[in-house]
């Protein structure tokens, strides 16, 4: 069993900044990859960014290259998104997730995939207004 707890969340202006965190427990942290996803209103879950058991390889969506900064502290079995020019369509429940399968990941398209993830931490909500 994994625990995943975010916090960070809040609401901030246009071109602000946040910085998410993940808090895990259960296993060990350098035993499993990490992701962030998130879900707007009305509109599916989607991919935002993930990182490899030892942070040496990186994921990221499009929509956020440039932008957001995913990173892990292993010694805090800590994850963490940095978001940067923040945007209002960046508005969403932003959740992390934990993937316990190191042989198939790969920082690609498989990290994308939600179903790919074995466990998700209840979300934290990031509202950026106009």
């Known amino acids: 069993q994994v625990q995943l707890v975010e916090s960070g969340g809040g609401l901030v202006q246009a071109g602000g900044s946040l910085r998410l965190s993940c808090a895990a427990s259960g296993r060990t942290f350098t035993s499993y990859a990490m992701g962030w996803f998130r879900q707007a209103p009305g509109k599916e879950r989607e991919f935002v960014a993930a990182?490899?058991?030892?942070?040496?390889?990186?994921y990221y969506a499009d929509s956020v290259k440039g932008r957001f900064t995913i990173s892990r502290d292993n010694a805090k079995n800590t994850v963490y998104l940095q978001m940067n020019s923040l945007k209002p369509e960046d508005t969403a429940v932003y959740s992390c997730a934990a993937d316990l399968n190191p042989i198939s990941w790969n920082a690609g398209p498989y990290a994308a995939r939600a179903y790919n993830y074995d466990y998700w931490g209840q979300g934290t909500q990031v509202t950026v207004s106009s």
């Open positions: 990182i490899s058991r030892s942070g040496g390889n990186i």
